[in-house]
C-alpha cells in the first residue's frame, strides 16, 4: 500500500436543488433550498478552502428525468436535478471569495457555440486567475435535445465526431489566436496589443466554421483544464486525447479500476504520460466520530429519501422505465450491457451476490445516488479512501453529499485532518494555476503531446519556457 | 422646467479595456488594466452602490472594429473593444458586494440558444433577487458573423424577425412554464414542485422549435426587465412592442427628443402606457470643482487619446472605412443616411454649423466616443442634465467614462449631491427588484398589456395580485 501517495478531493455539486439522492433535501438539517443564493455557494466555497479542498466540480443537466412513468412528474416532485440553473454564474462569486479554491464546470458542447462558449471560459480563467476547469460534455438526455428543437439527441457515436471537431474549433481560439507577447500594454507608446501577433482563426471543419480573431487576450490557462467522463469506446478514444482528469463513477471497484487503466493505456498508446490523466472517483461520505455514530447517521439519512425519487433516477439513467416492473421482484431485465453492468456494480458492491429487488435497487440510491456511500468512522473512511486509491490508482475523489452542507462539513471536520495525520493530504494549497496545482508548477498550460499544445503557433519557446 | 423630476443614471461599461473613447486607457489615472479581475468589477459595483446609481449597464461586441484600412489592426493597438470579455461572467462577484445596485447586460441573441439562455437569465435573476435587466441586441459586425462560420450577419430585417420568434420561446420559458404557485417545497410531504403546474413549453415558429419545460424555477422577476436601442424603423417596431426601456446615443438633442416621442408614440398606438418605455440618454461627463478646472481635465484627457483609435471606431460605427479620405479635406461623403446623420449631429452639437474634416470628426469623439461629452462645474453638469430632461422628455442617463474610473467617481462625488440637493436624485434606494426600483412596489413582473405578460397562464390572478 503506497501509504504516502497524495490524495486530491473535489465536492461534487449542481446548482440544483436535489442532485443525486432521492429527495434527501427533506431532511431537516439540509439546507439545499439556498442553492439560488449567492450566499450559500459563498459560503461553501469558503468552507472547502479552509480545508485545501482542491476544486468544486459542478455537474450540469440540460433536460428532464422523465424516463420513470414516462414523464418528468416525480423528477419534479422530488426536484430530482429539476429545477436548476447555470452552474457557470455561481462561480465569479465564489471566486471573489476565495484565492486557491478550483473550479471545474461542466458545460454542454451541444448547447454552446464554440465562439462565444471560449470566450466565456477565457473570461472565467481571467477572473479566477487560472482557476478553472471544464468538464467536457456532448449531451445525454432527449429532452434537452427537445429544448433546441430537434426530436432526439444526436446519435452517440456522432456526438464524439462532433465533439473533436469542436475541440479544434476552441483550441484553435485559446491557443493559437494570440501569441503569448500579443499584448504589450505600453500606454506610452499607445499600444496594447501587437497586431502582427494576434491572427484570425480558421476552421472548415465538417459541423464547424471560423473565420475569427479570438476575443479574449490570453489567459492564465489559455484552455481551462480538461475533464471528461466518456465510458463508451468513443468516449474512452475521445477522453484518452484530450482529457487531462477524467471522472468515474465509484459504484463499481473492479470497474473503476479497469478503466482507469484502459484509459492510460490508450492515452500511452497516443504517446501521452500516461499520468497526466489524473482519475477522481465518485464517492459519497457518511462519517461521525464513532461508526456506531455514523451508521445511525446513514439510517437517519434514509428515512427522508424517497423511493420514488430514486426510481426516477434510476430509471434515467438505466433509460427504461422501472415503474413497468413489480417492486419486489428480482431485477432481471438487462436490456442493455450499461444496465446489468451498472446493476451488477450495486450487487457486487453490497457484496450480496442475490439479484436484487427493484426496491432494494431504488433503496440502494438513496443515500449514496449513483454511486458508492462509506459509511464508518473518520479512520474507516480513510482507510478506504487509501484502498480505493492502492486498488483502483486513482489520484482523488468527487465527494458527493447525501444532505448539504453536513456531508461535506463533516468530511472537512473529520476525515481531512486524519488524511493530513496520515501524510496523504496537503496542509496548504500549491501555487498557480489549476493545472499547476494538478501537474506542478510550469505547467499552466496544455503542453505537447497533448493535441491542444500542437494549437500554439510559438509552441516551442512555450514548451522551453515550462520545460 | 420640471425640477423635481427624477433623474435615473446608470453607468455605461463594458468588459474590455477600451470602450468608447480614442485610446484613453493610456492616462497615467485610468485603471482600466483592471477588467480582467475581480477586483475592478467588486470595488466599481460598491462605489456606484454608494452613491445609489440604478445600475451598471453593461455593453458587448462580438466581433472586431475592422472597417478601417479593411483591417483590425488600429482595434488591436489601441484595445478598441478587443480585446474583450463576457459581461454575465462579472454580475454574480458584483452582487455579491452589494444589495439594491441593478445590472443591465448586453446579450446577443444570435449567439444564445433561447433554452440556455433562458436559464441563464434566470439564474442570475434568482442570484441577484431580482436586479437583472436585459439589453436585447441582435448583433451587428460581420466578423461576429464570421465567429458563427457565416459569410456577413443576417440582413437587417430579417434579424428582427428571428428577434421576433425568439422573445416569443424566452417569454414562454420565463412566464410561461412554471405557474406562480407551482413550488410548493414541503419537505413534510416530500414535494419540491406540484407537477401539475409545471408545463411543458411548445413552440414552433419559423426560426426556433423548442417543446420542453422551463430549467429554472420562477424568479423574483421571471422576464429581466427589458433595454433594446432600436432605431431602424423594424428596430423602433421591436422596441416600442417589447422595450420596457430604450437607449440612445445622446450626439444630438433634437434627435433624442424625436426618437423619445416617437418610441413613445408606437407604445401607446400598441395600447401601452407611454411612459412605461423608460428613456436613457448616453452622455459622457467630465467634470471638476470649477468649469476651468474641469475644462483642464477635459484638455489633459484629449492629450492621451489617439486620432487613430477614433477613426477605428468611427469607421466601424459608419460602415464606411474613412482611411480612405484626406484628413483635413472637410468630410462630405454620406454614403448612408446613418452617416449623414451621425456627422450632422456632431457637426449640430459642436454649434459651430460647418463641415467638419475628418481629423475634427476623429478629435471629437476621442473624449466622448460616441456621444456628446458634458464639460462643466457640478452645478453647469446638472444644469445640462436637467435640460436634456426637459428638451428630450428622458427619464435617466447612461453616464459613459473617459478614463476609468475617474470620470464616474468624479460624476458621483461632484455631480450626484447637487443634483440631490435640487431634489432630483435619491437618498436611498427604492425596494424590490430591477422593474420595481423603475416602475414602483408590485410590479416586480411584466404587467398587460406588454406581450410578455399575456403568455402567463395564470396572468389574470398575477395582475391582481400586482395591481
Redo the contacts between chains.
Sequence with gaps: MTETREIRINAFEM?C??HLCG?L????R?VS?GY???DYW?DLAKTLESAFIDAIFLADV???YDVYRA???AA????TQ?????P??????M???TSHLSFATTAILS???P??FA??M???D??T?GRIGWNIVTGYLD??A????KEKQTSHDLRYDVAEDYMAVVYKLWEQSWDDDA?V?D??R??????TR?YAVHHDGPY??????H???P?PQRTPLLFQAGTSEKGKGFASRHAEAVFLNGRSKPNVQASIADIRRRAAALGRNPHDVKAFVELNVVTAETEAAARAKFDDYRK?G?IE?SLALLSGWMGTDLSKYDLDEPFKHFESEAIRSGVESLTVNNRRGKVWTVRELAEATIVGGSTTTLVGSPEQIADALQEWQRDTDCDGFNISYAIRTETITDFIELVIPVLQERGVYKRAYGEGTFREKIFGRGRARLQAPHPGAAYRKNRLLADVDSA
Tied chains: 1, 2.
Excluded at 419534479?76 to 426536484?79: E, P, Q
Excluded at 429539476?82 to 447555470?86: A, G, L
Design positions: 446548482n436543488l436535489g429527495g433535501w427533506a431532511h431537516p439540509d433550498a439560488k443564493t449567492l459563498v440540460l433536460g428532464l414523464g418528468p412528474e419534479l416532485r422530488y426536484a429539476v429545477p436548476n440553473n447555470d457557470l454564474l455561481i462561480i465569479p462569486a471566486a471573489a471569495a448547447f454552446e457555440p465562439y462565444t470566450r466565456r477565457s473570461t472565467l481571467h477572473l486567475k429532452s434537452a427537445r429544448g433546441a428543437g499584448v500594454a500606454p506610452t499607445h499600444i496594447y496589443a501587437d497586431p494576434v464547424y466554421q471560423i473565420n475569427a480573431i476575443l479574449s487576450e489567459s427522508y424517497s425519487a
